[in-house]
């Protein structure tokens, strides 16, 4: 009687714990949005802001209605293609009746909710990318088709129970029996969402004036704040506690050692990618050092910590985290300056590169102790450090996840938005991004007691 | 001896999780404050500041010393004036002995912390509507007031144990022994706040030029920031988790299955209203879509799911929200064209309508097994639509509740804010407003190194 | 079995609670960013951004490298210099087998992330005060020196199993044998960031233009949003629960009724600390009344709080409460007025003096029962107006720890700032401060779509 009784707290816990998670992944919506509207010229300030509310509407709704099914569901076709929709639609758990309502359901509703916040990040990944010039009804589109459909079976791959790529799955003859190690989404949320945001930001082009023909470095662009990309930074770092916290999804058994030290992790992670991006930038300009790099620094290494942050020696995860930093300054040099990629917020970089490298991580340095701490006694791999037996076989599960991310999400997501190019959809028109999409769609200036003085002022003295 | 440890267990583990939630709460008034200084004028923002710093303060300490009496304590006079207030003043039960110090003493300091703020929330409302010109100590009269006696009165009859309308009230002859349906305080929250509200904004007439006669829309007044609108309402939306999850109360029992769908409901109701409110400004005028509107939505849905959250279909919060959404849009438009009532922040049509809507809602829709996980075996009451003997029942004593907070605010409100304006006590004077709370009153401009410039200059080319 | 398995639970338990506390005192780190860059001239935003961003990355890497060996490592000469560093580094405790993963490792993981989340606050409050002209290296070898050497000695006095000071200390014959009651950091966090901000502010002198010679009043400064003063303010109220709920550190035993208080003295405190300084101000000049002051009042309340919150009735929080309010408006005149420091956000009146009479409120009000509730039964001490015969030792070890605490800062802190002094780093250039940082260090204006036309303005018409 007692260990029934026993066992159902830890249900009721893992409840309380997965919920308070889910708000926290929330939260981080909030630093996205406050990260994104800093980064953007003022005359677009209410556009950025509808298009993040938005995409946190939108995303639960298609979650809820076709995602969830599609990332939890029971396997359909060994699991390449997501779970069935139909076990998701509606909850149909809400049928069964009170007395099995303290258990699977539970758990159901508890993941439903926190996957559901997964799915709004993954979507929000592109409107940064996007920001100052994608119309609303495109990126309604994008965000829609992101956590409806492209994101969740992604989900399924590496969480679900059958998932074809999931480390713990029950019958797992596939890929060594090891699966992929993607402890809190460095794939299936930032790849995906990087590298949506990657074909995204290719196929709409650059702002007006970002780039001159002739001229190797981007022109400057102002950014509105300094103040909300900052405070916007340190929210998500700390809503991302839920994602690395709540990704552990049980307490029971001994994984809870492996959730003490994700938090130490986290925050370390962060700490490490911030400081590693202030000394290069220190290093190589002394003088123009901004904060928002030393930010993007951090949220680098924590995309690149979560893939693994569960089953890892601190003192690598800093090494990970370190490197986070140098790709983050590379990648982000590389979009700007030889691929002419325009990028409001450096999303790619920082979500689909270091996304890559925490898969990478994670299938190189995972701690065979801790990842049977995390996924069972039974888990066989490690990473290829260690040398077991099954470490090759873990690291080729990471590349072949990578690249059948990159697959998924480009044979689903590239036509769509192609077609919606080809249609004249996709961008708003010159003249609404000339003025700006504030004094063109959205009801007049953001700061009418300022802007009207100033701009006013400066049509005269220029 | 390990039940009792177990339940035991069951009791820390409950004022963890209130303790957890009414810090969400907390936060939520971050996000009132936030959006309201968004929208007022800059000339008004050290004042608006003021007062949201100050209800939250005055209803912290007015609530502990009368309130938390008369909400929580036992019930004098049939629960219908509130509980004792000696039973709260001071806290008596810090006089109790370490030993039983585990039990109800931890019970009740849980839930003093958990309503404390709810009666902050309560009476934050009011200040919104009234924002721009309401004097400074008319409003902490207001505060005071509505925290202190106004709003505990009523959290009394629907969440007391004796409460004349609490569906968990042990010896329940009166009203069909079934209570109203108010799981999360649409009406004892948001009818109570949204009332005081609307009184108060017909008592202290608009802000300066904001109706001219003879024409019937009102003329646009300048908002601060749609940043702080926005950014503002996802904190408020984040901390709402507290409200929704917090009032659960009790982990005991099958209502962690309840606590687990509301999670869900709660993000998907915000979704679904924001979405709604977008589709009815994009349909009705596609080029002035404002981002303050869709956030309205979606608090409006979550007011109005704050009644049903626990025992209701996931499905059908998703119509409830939908509804949510006309019912702002359509009395926004009646508050400010037909009533010509200047609310600064939409706090009537979001509290006030939602929140009734909130509760006939409960009263119509919540499912029977649902409710019985909730409040327990014996609740006998079910929603209109599922047809149980008692349901016309629920549906009474919804409006009932209704009308009776309707009263009990009009009387008890009303009065004291009319003689604090027959003495000239309600407003700001006519030349503070024009030039501004923070010149008159509160040291000097907001923004003196931007406005000094801006506003010197316009006086000069005016 | 049963037995062991609930003692399990507990240790969970407590894991996911201080792990979701330190996520909260992370919090209250963006709400610092956030009143500090509030509170700076615009010119010098990005600095004070920064030096918050990087406070928090180095404390937290030289808290994990040196500091947490020192704060919880195994005592060395008696505890008066902190423990073994190598206790700590590169947390050995990962070496540790799986089975043993469950129990003490899980709780220096958790500790350990807990602790580092206060280091970050110790250094943190050093950055408001030197602000607007401190070198960005100056504060970073001044953070790096708090959070990774000063802090966790004082930690290790107080809170080590075998500080010196400690009132749990298991042979404790020392002092009587009570130690001292420092249940939140009052004294380590509040007296050591405090007192380290009093000598820099000392050492550094005012900002240009700050004092005028032979005029008393000091000039008054532009501060850039009261918004961003007051949401930062509210956003450190709300993180600081985490301080203050999660120093119970165990959710085993009575101490849960602890608990429980604590979330309500908390919030009494802060709207008591509030309301005092809103009466002070509106009783003095009633019409220059200031938010950023009233929060102010909050804040020093919540440090005043802290060392005694576990173990104090919630009428004499009040009281301890009301006198912080008062402690600050004192303090902040004789800083600015008599001493002539400039310390831009008031972290010596909050932190320093609210931190030294936290500690000695603490022995003089704490009951005797909640003490043995948070020290356990075998905690002799009591606060000094209960007149036990272990109360005078309680006070005079307070006094004792506030002496030693202002040595030990200043024999480790003042040499090397003076150092840093004599060899010009400490403060930026005269040049660099008259154009302020942004424009100097951190690549441009930080709104700069805002500031050129203002500026450019300025210059032409003055």
């Not at 470095?217 to 103040?227: E, K, R």
């Not at 920082?350 to 039974?378: C, M, P």
């Not at 450090?385 to 990578?402: D, E, F, R, S, W």
């Amino acid at each position: 009687v007692n260990v029934y009784l026993l066992s159902l707290d830890i249900r009721k816990a893992d409840a309380v714990f997965l919920n308070v998670c889910a708000m926290l992944v929330f939260a981080a919506q909030i630093g996205f949005a406050m990260l994104e509207v800093g980064s953007v010229r003022v005359k677009n300030t209410k556009g950025i802001l509808l298009k993040n509310v938005m995409d946190l509407c939108a995303s639960a709704v298609s979650f809820f209605l076709i995602g969830y099914g599609l990332a939890l569901g029971k396997s359909v076709g060994g699991g390449v293609f997501g779970g069935r929709v139909g076990d998701g639609f509606a909850m149909r758990t809400d049928n069964l009746s009170g007395s099995e309502a303290t258990g699977d359901v539970v758990v159901s509703y508890t993941q439903a909710f926190f996957t559901m916040c997964f799915s709004a990040t993954s979507a929000t990944i592109v409107s940064g990318a996007v920001a100052e010039r994608c119309s609303f009804r495109a990126y309604f589109v994008a965000a829609t088709l992101v956590s409806g459909l492209i994101f969740p079976v992604v989900v399924h791959w590496s969480w679900g129970d059958d998932g074809w790529l999931a480390p713990v799955r029950s019958q797992h003859k596939l890929l060594s029996s090891v699966g992929v190690l993607d402890y809190a989404g460095s794939g299936f949320v930032h790849v995906v969402g990087g590298c949506a945001a990657f074909w995204l930001t290719y196929l709409i082009g650059p702002r007006q004036g970002r780039f001159t023909k002739g001229k190797r470095a981007p022109n400057p662009m102002p950014q509105q704040s300094p103040v909300f990309q900052v405070i916007g930074g340190l929210i998500m770092w700390y809503g991302w506690y839920g994602f690395t916290c709540g990704s552990i999804k049980t307490l029971a058994g001994p994984r809870i050692a492996s959730l003490a030290r994700v938090g130490l992790i986290h925050t370390l992670s962060g700490a490490v990618g911030g400081c590693t991006v202030m000394a290069i930038d220190l290093y190589l300009e002394p003088n123009v050092f901004m904060p928002f790099r030393m930010i993007y620094g951090s949220l680098s290494a924590l995309v690149a910590a979560s893939a693994s942050a569960a089953h890892i020696h601190i003192s690598i995860s800093l090494c990970i985290a370190f490197v986070a930093g140098f790709i983050y300054v590379i990648t982000s040099h590389l979009m700007t300056h030889v691929w002419r990629l325009d990028d409001v917020v450096d999303a790619v970089p920082i979500h689909f590169f270091n996304g890559i490298w925490g898969v990478i991580a994670a299938a190189l340095f995972s701690d065979k102790r801790f990842l049977q701490q995390t996924y069972g006694e039974a888990y066989a791999g490690c990473g290829l450090v260690y040398g077991c037996a099954k470490g090759p076989a873990v690291l080729g599960n990471a590349m072949l996840y990578i690249v059948s991310i990159i697959i998924w999400v480009t044979v689903t997501f590239v036509p769509v938005m192609w077609l919606i190019k080809k249609y004249g959809w996709l961008r708003i028109s010159s003249e609404q991004e000339r003025i700006g999409t504030d004094a063109a769609l959205h009801g007049g200036e953001s700061y009418p007691e300022f802007q009207s003085a100033i701009f006013n002022f400066k049509d005269k003295i220029t």
